[in-house]
Structure formats: C-alpha cells, structure tokens
C-alpha cells in the first residue's frame, strides 16, 4: 500500500524513532510541492477510497474498540463529512494579495513540515481522519500514532487516506505511548496534534519545556484535551427534546467523547416537570452487546475509565446524592446512570472532574445566572449547550468554545470545529487546516 509505513508493535523500539521521522521527512517536498487543488483533488481519492471500506471500519470498531455498531456508524459518516468539507475549510489557506502602501504584498498560508497526530482510542476512525487531512491539505505529512487500544482501526482509516498520496505521506507509528512520546519533541517534528486525556496533553507539554531547555526547536503543539461539558435546562425551554438530547448526548458510546455532556445544569422551578422526562429518554436507551444494532450503550470494559466511574459513584453518594435513573454497574455493563448532587457536593469528582463512563452528575440552578455561574466553575472549557427562552442571550457569559443552543452538544458538523481553552485545549474551535499552516508575506517593490 503505497504512502504508509507499517511498523511491527514488538519490532520497533526508540532508536527507530529517528528513521520514522527521516521517512516522513524524506516525503514532505512531493507533498509540498502540490499546488492547494492538487492536495485537494488528492484528498477527494482519499474520500472514495474511506467509503470503499466503511462497513469494514465499523465492524472493526465494534469488535476491536467495543463502539456501539450503531455509533460506529455514525462516526465513519462523521469522517467523510470531514472529508467532504475539506475544500471549503482549505479556502481559508488560499494565497491571497492583501493591501500594501507600495508594491505588492501577498499573503501565503506554509505547511510547518512533519506533524505528529496522537490519536484516542475513543474517536479510531473521526480523529484521524480530521488530522491527517488537515495536514495534508495544508502541504504537511504525518506522522500517526494511533491508540494502542485501537490500532487495527485506525490502521484501516491511514491506509484508506495514504494511498494516492507519495509513499510516505502518511507515516503509522505502531508503538505503545511511553515508547512513541519522544516524538512530540523530536528533532524534525514540526507540529503536533494530541487528542487524549489533559493529563496527557500536560505531561506532553512539560516534556517540550524540558526538550526547550536542551536546546530543541520550539513548534505548535495542539492539544485537544478532556472536556467536562454542561447542559444548561433552563425556563421556556422545550423539556422533551432537551431531555433526548441530555441522554443521547450524555451516553452515546458509554459517555467516552469529549463533547458529551456530562454536568447537567437545570433551573430549580422546571425540575419537578423535567425530571421524568428526562428518566424516560434515558431510561429508554438500549444497553446491550456493542455488535447489536439497537444498543445504544454497550459494555464498559474494565480499566481506568471503569475503575473512575465506581468511586466516583461512591464518592457522590457518601456526599448525599440522588440517583435519579440507572444504577450503576450491572454485570459487564454500566449503565446510563445520573445522580442529583447537593450545593455541597460541588467539589466530589462526578462534577469536578471528566467522567469518562456513562454516569452523569446533576444539580439545581436557582436561575439563569446561578445556572451559568455554575457552568463556569471548571477547569475545563471544551463547550456548552443551552436550552431555554433566554438562551442567546447568554452565550458571551460562557467561558467555553463551542455552543450549541437548543441542539444536541453532539451535534456534529465539519464547520462547526470541536475545540476549547482552559484544561481542554489552547486555540479553541479553530479548523486544523488553518493550525497546521503559518502565515508568509512575501513584499514586491513597484518596478520604476
């Protein structure tokens, strides 16, 4: 398969990190050498050939990383929608003369080079998909590090997109995390887009200011870390279809996205109507196999996300929380479960900190301001989603990226980027193909 590199997980160790990079290096100048059409008309291919493998993605994802069939669907259709978007998003890179006291100026958008993509287990087929073809559209080639926990997915996806790119346009790194890390500060790594957990993303980051303080150059680095999002309920709102979009949204693929909301704020005077609405729509959800085609949450395997989600529980419930639906684990199973909190319980790890599981934490806000205060108080600023008569009117009072207002907080569109500030991230919603590029002014004197 031409434009990727396969590299055995066992095989590799450190000192092959060098030869990665110098591969991908070795492949930048006939990426570069693209004019933006013919990156474009590239990233097309790339297309038809992610849509020739779809059924097999999500298959892979089902067995592999355990997503919910019907979840894996939606993300590979998520994929070719980025995909489809990418000629429009690219036309913010254009050349473009811009105003000159004299002469001419023109502005030009430059690939940095080689850009590292760390991949999430919990995206195997969207994420990468985004970053390389942001890369690749910019005029940069990738290095790729998929998920340990979902290589042979996200392998599928990089060989969908390499192929009618040069050979090794896109570079697979098969190697666990601690072993592949030293790519984030490399010699002749140019750019770097992390998506995990913010705990990552800061070790990421403070091992680039040890790596500054030895002398290596300093480069972009984009994380896109965890999010704690809220879902603000607030008077004059539509209840039902903000309790289907709390459920859906706080419990699709077992509550592991970033976006999915997982602090679920609602006004106190609405809380004795909205209450079973919002128990019905979650308790209407499917729990079941992930290879079904009706679960809509699928078995939470045990591990750290697990593990988390059972003392966060405790926690919540030693603090006098409520739960209002589910009960926790069953079996293999964890299921959709929220839990009223008190005012004092603001600081326990349910509401504090990014539940990656499917259990949600709830409180009572005594109006719009309380409501926002309360949305506020996170380290975290991915996005929101308001829901209400005086909606709008708050949305400047949020201190997140990205606001949905009477939708979905999963609500995905290829223009409407994911990204935040604070503990989630540092450019907020901006497209990567604008991130991966840096601006040149090239001045022409008037000719006498």
């Not at 679960?295 to 591990?303: F, K, N, S, W, Y």
């Not at 600081?347 to 005594?366: I, K, N, Y």
């Not at 909606?391 to 569109?413: G, H, T």
Request: net charge neutral.
């Amino acid at each position: 398969m031409r434009g990727k590199v396969s590299v055995g997980w066992d095989a590799v160790t450190r000192s092959l990190l060098s030869a990665l990079v110098e591969r991908a290096a070795d492949a930048w100048p006939s990426v570069r050498a693209l004019d933006i059409d013919a990156r474009l008309g590239l990233i097309a291919r790339s297309r038809a050939n992610l849509a020739a493998v779809a059924d097999d993605l999500v298959e892979c994802a089902v067995a592999e990383v355990g997503t919910p069939r019907r979840f894996a669907r939606r993300e590979v259709g998520s994929a070719l929608a980025v995909l489809d978007a990418m000629p429009s998003l690219a036309e913010a890179i254009r050349p473009m003369p811009v105003p000159a006291r004299a002469g001419t100026t023109l502005l030009e958008w430059v690939p940095y080079g080689v850009v590292l993509g760390w991949h999430a287990a919990n995206s195997p087929v969207w994420v990468p998909t985004l970053v390389a073809a942001s890369a690749l559209a910019g005029g940069n080639v990738m290095l790729s590090r998929p998920s340990s926990r979902a290589r042979a997915t996200t392998a599928r996806v990089l060989e969908a997109l390499a192929e009618p790119w040069p050979q090794d346009a896109i570079v697979r790194v098969d190697l666990s995390g601690p072993e592949a890390e030293p790519l984030v500060w490399a010699d002749g790594v140019h750019a770097v887009v992390t998506h995990a957990g913010t705990d990552t993303c800061k070790r990421q980051l403070a091992g680039l200011g040890r790596a500054y303080e030895r002398g290596a150059r300093m480069r972009p680095y984009i994380p896109e870390g965890s999010g704690n999002d809220a879902v603000i309920v607030l008077e004059g709102a539509d209840l039902r279809r903000a309790a289907d979009a709390v459920a859906v949204a706080g419990f699709a693929n077992g509550g592991q996205l970033c976006m999915a909301a997982k602090r679920i704020i609602v006004q106190r005077s609405i809380w004795g109507r909205f209450e079973p609405l919002l128990h019905a729509a979650v308790s209407a959800l499917v729990v079941g196999p992930a290879d079904a085609e009706t679960t809509d949450v699928a078995p939470l395997r045990e591990g750290r996300a697990r593990a988390r989600a059972r003392q966060a529980l405790a926690e919540a419930l030693r603090c006098g929380g409520r739960v209002v639906v589910g009960e926790g684990e069953r079996g293999a199973h964890f299921t959709p479960t929220i839990v009223a909190l008190p005012e004092e319980a603001r600081d326990v790890a349910l509401w504090r900190e990014e539940s990656f599981a499917p259990l949600r934490g709830l409180m009572l806000a005594d109006n719009p301001e309380d409501a926002i205060e309360r949305a506020n108080d996170s380290p975290f600023g991915l996005g929101a989603a308001l829901f209400g008569s005086v909606a709008c009117d708050l949305v400047d009072r949020l201190r997140v990226a990205r606001v949905m207002i009477d939708e979905s907080p999963l609500y995905q569109d290829p223009h409407v980027v994911v990204g935040g500030v604070g503990d989630s991230g540092l450019a907020g919603a901006r497209p990567k193909v604008e991130q991966l590029v840096y601006a040149r002014r090239t001045h022409h004197a008037t000719n006498n």
